[in-house]
């Protein structure tokens, strides 16, 4: 019998979280835990797997995000982390990063012609990346593009 | 004893962002005599007035600031019409049960998002079939019997889940 995998599962609020649960499909088996930005009445799959960090909007609060990112992973020990976005991913992936975690991220749908921030800062540190829109590889040319919308 | 979120006619949904999107509601609230009836328009960011909520009371129409992901998923399912903004979120559990959404894109010149991404979105779905576009009361009566009558196959399954699984096992 395999051991389940641990993962770290990153996503602020709203349609980035829809997008995670799209996929959940891919990680039921795991054992997860779901960290979200904003408290939200949980849906049945994150009930009791759920660690809240404090809302950024790109200001000083990404320096607790960091700081959160650490003690999370630190204590949790995850094998991988995934994200669809969009801020809480990167300080996520920077402190995953230095601990030599497995990284993937999903870029969202909505980007069509321009990719997100999340993404461009994502990118170069993950491991496994995803686009949805074939028009995201000339950004990104190293990306898995899963074109199924 | 948690009670069950009551059926509506037409789901309205603008989505959690914080940033106002008064054009959909006022769209919306326009074309009233063509919607299928009670209509619940779940506002977020977009708190209506007072002038609003007392014209809406003589009215099949009543609204909610959030609703949880359990009561959305069960609105967008049994409502007849869903108009929405053009988030993600909104189109991808249409697509999970079987709706085509009218959707309206928020634009950065109004204030209404960061970016003009919900325009490029839309534009996508609806060259797709999978939405319908609105930007004025006009476009809603003929869209909305379109998005009604479609029938369309609820979508459960995806290439990424079996790629991302695939990825998962090579980890072990």
Same mark, same amino acid.
């Given at each position: 019998?395999?051991?389940?995998?641990?993962?770290?599962?990153v996503?602020?609020?709203?349609?980035?979280?829809?997008?995670?649960?799209?996929?959940?499909?891919s990680?039921?088996?795991?054992?997860c835990i779901?960290?979200? #930005?904003r408290r939200?009445?949980?849906?049945?799959?994150?009930?009791?797997?759920?660690?809240?960090?404090?809302?950024?909007?790109?200001?000083f609060?990404?320096?607790c #995000?960091?700081?959160e990112?650490?003690?999370?992973?630190?204590?949790?020990?995850?094998?991988?982390?995934?994200?669809?976005?969009?801020?809480?991913?990167?300080?996520?992936?920077?402190?995953?990063k230095?601990?030599?975690?497995?990284?993937i991220?999903?870029?969202?749908?909505?980007?069509?012609?321009?990719?997100?921030?999340?993404?461009?800062?994502?990118? /170069?540190?993950?491991?496994?990346f995803?686009?949805? #829109?074939?028009?995201?590889?000339?950004f990104?040319p190293?990306?898995?593009?899963?074109?199924?919308? | 004893?948690?009670s069950? /979120?009551?059926i509506?006619?037409?789901?309205?949904?603008?989505?959690?962002?914080?940033?106002?999107?008064?054009?959909?509601i006022n769209?919306?609230?326009?074309?009233?005599d063509?919607?299928p009836?009670?209509?619940?328009?779940?506002?977020?960011?977009?708190?209506?007035?007072?002038e609003?909520?007392?014209?809406?009371?003589?009215?099949?129409?009543?609204?909610?600031?959030?609703?949880?992901?359990s009561?959305?998923?069960?609105?967008?399912k049994?409502?007849?019409l869903?108009?929405?903004?053009?988030?993600?979120?909104?189109?991808?559990?249409?697509?999970?049960h079987?709706?085509?959404?009218?959707?309206?894109?928020?634009?950065?010149?109004f204030?209404?998002?960061?970016?003009?991404?919900?325009?490029?979105?839309?534009?996508l779905?609806?060259s797709?079939?999978?939405?319908?576009?609105?930007?004025?009361?006009?476009?809603?009566?003929?869209?909305?019997?379109?998005a009604?009558?479609?029938?369309?196959i609820?979508?459960?399954?995806?290439?990424?889940?079996?790629?991302?699984? #695939?990825y998962?096992?090579?980890?072990?």
């Open positions: 019998m395999t051991r389940p995998l641990r993962g770290c599962l996503s602020s609020c709203g349609g980035h979280l829809t997008e995670l649960l799209a996929v959940a499909d990680f039921r088996s795991e054992k779901f960290v979200l #930005n939200i009445l949980l849906p049945p799959l994150l009930k009791n797997k759920s660690i809240f960090i404090r809302h950024s909007e790109r200001d609060v990404f320096f #995000n960091l700081l990112a650490w003690l999370i992973l630190r204590r949790f020990r995850p094998d991988f982390i995934l994200s669809t976005g969009a801020g809480p991913a990167i300080p996520f992936f920077i402190i995953g230095l601990m030599a975690i497995r990284m991220y999903i870029e969202t749908l909505a980007s069509v012609t321009k990719p997100s921030l999340t993404a461009r800062l994502a990118y /170069p540190l993950a491991d496994r995803y686009v949805r #829109n074939p028009s995201m590889l000339k990104f190293e990306a898995i593009v899963v074109n199924d919308l | 004893m948690i069950k /979120p009551p509506v006619g037409t789901f309205v949904t603008l989505g959690n962002l914080e940033r106002r999107f008064d054009r959909l769209t919306v609230l326009e074309a009233y063509a919607l009836k009670p209509v619940l328009i779940q506002y977020g960011g977009t708190s209506p007035s007072a609003l909520l007392q014209v809406s009371q003589g009215n099949a129409v009543s609204f909610v600031d959030y609703v949880d992901h009561s959305f998923n069960h609105h967008i049994s409502s007849s869903v108009i929405g903004h053009a988030g993600v979120g909104t189109l991808l559990t249409c697509q999970l079987g709706k085509t959404p009218l959707m309206m894109s928020r634009r950065k010149m204030g209404e998002h960061i970016d003009d991404h919900q325009v490029e979105f839309l534009a779905a609806v797709r079939c999978d939405a319908l576009a609105i930007e004025a009361m006009d476009d809603i009566p003929c869209k909305a019997d379109q009604v009558a479609s029938i369309r609820a979508k459960r399954s995806s290439p990424i889940i079996v790629d991302l699984k #695939n998962l096992d090579s980890l072990r």
